[in-house]
């Protein structure tokens, strides 16, 4: 069975950190880009970091730049996203996503994305 899933997710205060998991099975992802992307209650989901398959490649929102971290481990099957310097408006599920094309999975379409995971929740707040 092919799938994606997160985890890592909870409730964290600010300026903290958490590290999110996302693991495949059923494929490999050595030569898929990963991308993270976020959903907040209210908003539309948004494209946060991405990692290319190939030459690791890397993409950052503007919003998480220099306190997010995306890093795969191909032996693992398994790409993570650190996340530092935690912000009540990184409140959101976060959702990974993969496809074989890194300009996909950094501009889009995303209702074309290959796979997607279910989502893991993060909550920052004191």
């Known amino acids: 069975q092919v799938q994606l899933v997160e985890s890592g997710g909870g409730l964290v205060q600010p300026g903290g950190s958490l590290r999110l998991s996302c693991a495949a099975s059923?494929?490999?992802?050595?030569?898929?880009?990963i991308g993270w992307f976020r959903q907040a209650p209210g908003k539309e989901r948004e494209g946060v970091s991405c990692?290319?398959?190939?030459?690791?490649?890397?993409y950052y929102a503007d919003s998480v730049k220099g306190r997010f971290t995306i890093s795969r481990d191909n032996a693992k099957n398994t790409v993570y996203l650190q996340m530092n310097s935690l912000k009540p408006e990184d409140t959101a599920v976060y959702y990974c996503a993969a496809d074989r094309s890194y300009a996909r999975v950094v501009a889009g379409p995303r209702a074309y994305l290959e796979h997607w995971g279910r989502g893991t929740l993060v909550t920052v707040s004191s």
């Open positions: 059923g494929f490999t992802l050595d030569y898929y880009a």
């Open positions: 990692i290319s398959g190939s030459d690791d490649n890397t």
